[in-house]
């Protein structure tokens, strides 16, 4: 069955660029929607965006000014970039499939901890 | 934006006992609605899709109703593995989760 890796950075500064890539393996990252969701320690679970394979997004409008969903086909991967990153951004980061109908988020990553902190 | 109320936040529970817990939507988002537990340290995992479809591979003591704007997740007989925290989720316009209801051992 699919399987979902984050990668990228445990630490990051204020004010900078938070980079996570998913990669995508035992199956293909064409005909989904990829999304980003994030949970800060202790609490609940927040939605950042997704990427359709083609390459269009669709964003929380409560992150759309800081938030860049990109994809990679041929590297079966895709990524977030959020910046100006402050401590309320210091969460678990997950990926996650969406099927094209039958739901969202049938496989997940097993998450990557981010921390801000300088 | 839709909000999603989830109740209750908590609650305490014994093996064998029938668990409900409800969400309702701000607005009406159809059966786009999904319920996923998690436990401590791991990703969540989708239980329903549709607001009643069974993920395969999900015990059938799990089952989930509702449309419109207000959903239930049953389980109908609570086994140890189920205590985890649970969540529903709205993918009618965005994405927005319910808050969470944390099943305790009683």
Known sequence: ?118 | DIQMTQSPSSLSASVGDRVTITCRASQDITNDLGWYQQKPGKAPKRLIYSASSLQSGVPSRFSGSGSGTEFTLTISSLQPEDFATYYCLQHNSYRTFGQGTKVEIK
């Open chain 1, 1 to 118: 069955q699919v399987q979902l890796q984050e990668s990228g950075p445990g630490l990051v500064r204020p004010s900078e660029t938070l980079s996570l890539t998913c990669t995508v393996s035992r199956g293909s990252i064409s005909g989904y929607f990829w999304s980003w969701l994030r949970q800060p320690p202790g609490k609940g679970l927040e939605w950042i965006g997704y990427i359709y394979y083609s390459g269009s997004t669709n964003y929380n409008p409560s992150l759309k000014s800081r938030v860049t969903i990109s994809i990679d086909t041929s590297k079966n991967h895709f990524s977030l970039k959020l910046n100006s990153v402050t401590a309320a951004d210091t969460a678990v980061y997950y990926c996650a499939r969406e099927p094209p109908s039958g739901g969202v988020f049938d496989y997940w990553g097993q998450g990557a901890l981010v921390t801000v902190s300088s």
